[in-house]
């Protein structure tokens, strides 16, 4: 149970709506009340599709789901009660099954929130800051402008929140605040090699898979001269019979840099590049890890951007990160 200390003003519009909305954990926060009026629905139609949502497993209910009390008033009492609150996945999947465009709304207003909340707030915090260490400011830094820069959907700006959280956590709890920074981890030795010929063909799958959606042009995934097959063979490459990139989440996190940086293909090179990534993890079978993905779909679109957006001279930095996040 939360009483939250993090209230927005939410109007809509028309400026017939108010609503205050909770912010916490990187995400904000309705009730079911609140969302009746948002959508304009009744409170049974709301239960109905919050209940469809979670029995359908569409999303997990620990994580996106809390208690806050709040106050109301019974005649002329002030009761305080405790409500259950929803966070911005569930708002946003009820938007859909009620097909209110105000979900929309609400989503592009919510991003702003939050995109606000992270440059203003703790990550960009001067002293904050120093006491992180150069590598994390960097990396709070890159993100900002990358916020600014790309209209990232919700989950992109809350797996962005997560990944600056996490290095946070990381930097304080194990006093990394001198000139290393982000440490390199010891990772897993690959048992699979990533072949130029497989290469080519997860990218042909791909863009089969996307022209039939009407999600790319014939354009993609072509390859503009040999810089692809020498990406493939540079991530592979051996040195006194001992490879270059040692381990998988290595070979990994210079294969999606690479892949994002060099633009190998005339179109469709970010998408490739998360592609190609994820095979190679699901290859070498790091991908999933106790039964859940090692990076979800939000995250590695907010690392894909914060590679894009990189500095080439931060190459370092981001090849750390990725591998820290395997």
Do not use: C
Not at 20 to 42: A, I, P
Not at 55 to 82: A, D, N
Not at 281 to 286: P, V
Request: hydrophobic share 35%; no cysteine; charged share 30%.
């Amino acid at each position: 149970m939360t009483e939250s200390k993090n209230i927005e003003f939410y109007q809509d519009e028309d400026g017939k709506l108010k609503l205050n909305v909770q912010v916490e954990e990187e995400t904000v926060w309705l009730s079911q009340g609140q969302m009746v009026d948002l959508f304009k629905r009744d409170k049974r139609t709301i239960s109905h599709h919050i209940s469809s949502i979670y029995k359908e497993e569409e999303l997990e209910k620990h994580p996106t789901v809390r208690k806050y009390r709040t106050v109301q008033k019974e005649g002329s009492r002030s009761v305080e009660r405790e409500q259950d609150f929803y966070n911005l996945d569930v708002i946003i999947s009820v938007g859909y099954r009620v097909k209110s465009k105000r979900g929309t709304q609400f989503r592009k207003w919510a991003s702003g929130i939050l995109k606000d909340h992270l440059i203003k707030g703790y990550t960009l915090n001067e002293k904050k800051l120093k006491q992180q260490g150069k590598d994390f400011q960097e990396i709070a830094s890159l993100a900002g402008k990358t916020f600014e820069k790309h209209d990232l959907g919700s989950p992109e700006a809350i797996e962005m929140f997560s990944i600056i959280k996490k290095y946070a956590g990381s930097f304080t709890l194990l006093q990394k605040y001198d000139e290393d920074g982000l440490k390199e981890p010891l990772g897993n030795k690959p048992s699979q090699e990533l072949t130029i010929e497989v290469a080519r063909e997860l990218i042909a799958d791909l863009k089969q898979n996307l022209i039939k959606k009407g999600e790319a042009t014939p354009l993609f995934g072509n390859e503009k001269d040999n810089s692809f097959e020498a990406l493939i063979g540079n991530i592979e490459q051996t040195f006194g019979g001992q490879y270059l990139y040692e381990t998988i989440e290595k070979k990994a996190a210079h294969l999606l840099y690479f892949m994002v940086k060099d633009h190998p293909f005339t179109d469709g090179n970010k998408r490739s590049a998360a592609y190609i990534f994820l095979a190679y993890l699901a290859k070498n079978e790091l991908l999933y890890k106790g039964g859940s993905s090692s990076i979800n779909e939000s995250g590695l679109v907010a690392i894909t951007l914060l590679i894009a957006e990189s500095d080439p001279k931060q190459k370092e930095l981001m090849v750390k990160l990725v591998q820290n996040l395997l």
